[in-house]
């Protein structure tokens, strides 16, 4: 069973940098898939982030490429998302999900986690 | 950029009553790039339907996808409690994007 469980602060101070990880458990990374990052708010919805892939090839949401950056870790079957000057704007939900070939669907998410952006 | 339109925005039936939801597209998309997601309030979107009209592992067929081109629907046959919750489709273009989003509610 494919499981995803992101981790990080819940509380990002405006300007600052949000960082988050997600863990996968009963599949490697290593063996696919494209690895990604997926955000909600009831203001514009579900907005998708951008992926990896397990060689490290990154695809990003032209809207927010110049700030975001999407790592592996293959070794400790995590994956890392870096959005840097954070604003009100960037607060969210935010999921980790297992994408197919061409982000056509995402199969498997994680719970989803809650980030505020606040002084 | 290819926008993704779903209507209703809410959907008020009884349990057994027929649900049909409404993905439009701003031009025309290739089937295989379009997929449905059921969220219930406080968790993650779970796949229902890809490629337009395939059931994810595991969804029953009381859920079915179809359509093609702009237009493409989201049927259930015959609504069961657990049903109620918010249904999204999604397209792949030049990067994946999502639907406003369904509210199938009880009346």
Known sequence: ???????GPGLVRPSETLSL???VSGFSINNGYYWGWIRQTPEKGLEWIGSIYPTGTTYYNPSLKSRITISVDTSQNQFSLRVKSVTAADTA??????????????????????????? | EIVLTQSPGTLSLSPG???????????????????WYQQKPGQAPSLLIY??????TGIPDRFSGSGSGTDFTLTISRLE????????????????????????EIK
């Open chain 1, 1 to 7: 069973q494919v499981q995803l469980q992101e981790s």
């Open chain 1, 21 to 23: 990880t997600c863990t």
């Open chain 1, 93 to 119: 939900v935010y999921y980790c999900a297992r994408s197919s070939a061409g982000f056509y669907y995402s199969e498997y998410w994680g719970q989803g986690t809650l980030v505020t952006v606040s002084s």
């Open chain 2, 17 to 35: 009553e027929r649900a049909t939801l409404s993905c439009r597209a701003s031009q025309s998309v290739s089937s295989s790039h379009l997929a």
């Open chain 2, 51 to 56: 490629g337009a009209s395939t059931r994810a």
């Open chain 2, 81 to 104: 409690p657990g049903d109620f919750a918010v249904y999204f489709c999604q397209l792949y273009d030049s990067s994946p994007t999502f639907g406003q989003g369904t509210k199938v």
